[in-house]
């Protein structure tokens, strides 16, 4: 069985695709969310594991609202995915 892929590598694919759909560079979505180059970069790659106010900031300057990037990163999962939580929980 595949192992399902990290929230951190989903939520970096989602971004840099829909910067890149919108024809943005990385400068200057990092400019608009107030954050370095280099940091978007580490998220887009999955690297860092941003928080939920970097996230919004992100989001915010690709024009989409906090919603509307999680539904999209959801969107992207594949199989059941309460399994992690009950393993997590246990």
């Known amino acids: ?14 971004l840099r ?5 919108r024809g ?3 400068e200057e979505t990092a400019r ?3 954050i370095s180059p280099q940091y978007l970069s580490e998220i887009e790659r999955g690297r860092k594991e941003p928080s939920s106010e970097m996230i ?13 990037l999680i539904r999209a990163v959801a969107g992207n999962l594949r199989g059941p995915t309460c399994r992690a939580g009950y393993a997590l929980a246990a």
């Not at 069985?1 to 989602?14: A, K, V």
């Not at 919004?56 to 509307?68: D, F, I, Q």
């Open 56 to 68: 919004a900031a992100v989001a915010g300057a690709l024009g989409l609202t906090l919603a509307e």
């Open 1 to 14: 069985m595949t192992p399902e892929p990290l929230w951190r590598h989903l939520l970096g694919d989602q």
């Open 24 to 26: 943005d560079t990385l």
């Open 17 to 21: 695709s829909i910067r890149h759909r």
């Open 32 to 34: 608009r969310a107030g």
